[in-house]
């Protein structure tokens, strides 16, 4: 394979992937207005922070997956389209 042939696949690769990497960037979308703690959706050991129970007040210390009392935030009106899921509070985004 001569060395122009190679040169030019680089170039053509290069290309590729950076406009392959501008397209993806543009369909990622807004971040969200506001974030709501959704329940029973939590992981054991998932959760954002303390239960709504408060047996616990810190992040990471779920015992058992989907427990009514775990939570973690989502972005709003996300919560309800979840299976098990209930919001439990809504917040605005920063």
Do not use: R
């Not at 696949?9 to 590729?16: C, G, K």
């Not at 950076?18 to 979308?29: D, H, K, R």
């Not at 703690?37 to 998932?46: D, E, F, L, M, V």
């Not at 009392?69 to 509070?89: D, F, L, M, S």
């Amino acid at each position: 394979m001569s060395k122009k042939i190679v040169v030019d696949s680089a170039i053509a690769t290069i290309l590729s992937v950076g406009l392959f990497t501008a397209t993806a960037a543009q369909a990622v979308p807004d971040q969200p207005k506001e974030w709501e703690k959704c329940a029973g959706i939590a992981k054991a050991g998932k959760n954002d922070c303390g239960s709504l129970d408060g047996k616990h007040g810190c992040a990471g210390q779920a015992t058992i997956d989907n427990d009514d009392n775990e939570w973690v935030y989502v972005p709003g009106g996300t919560c309800a389209k979840i299976t098990g899921g209930t919001v439990a509070k809504v917040k605005p985004a920063k």
